[in-house]
């Protein structure tokens, strides 16, 4: 299996870190950055390979995209793998 999303170049890892700041900073873009990523996005200048990368919120699949999460961690889920299925955050019954 492989990723849909290619590696991102130095300029589409400076654009996601810089959204990923405004995340850190900002709490009400930050829920909906996590909530309804297409809505939080949908006037950025992100393209969209930028906004899938951004969507997954997975911090393992940013850091094999080459994103440096250390300062987002706390609102970045930890899959633990790069690959995200809905099985990652539905509830086991």
Do not use: C, H, Y
């Amino acid at each position: 299996m492989t990723s849909s999303v290619p590696q991102l170049d130095d300029n589409a890892k400076q654009r996601v870190e810089a959204i990923l700041a405004r995340a850190a900073d900002d709490i009400a873009f930050r829920e909906q950055l996590l909530a309804d990523p297409e809505a939080a996005l949908e006037d950025s200048d992100l393209t969209d390979d930028e906004k899938t990368a951004l969507s997954t919120m997975r911090r393992v699949a940013l850091e094999e995209w080459g994103v440096d999460v250390r300062r987002f961690r706390a609102f970045l889920m930890d899959n633990g793998n790069k690959f995200w299925t809905g099985e990652d955050v539905e509830p086991a019954v």
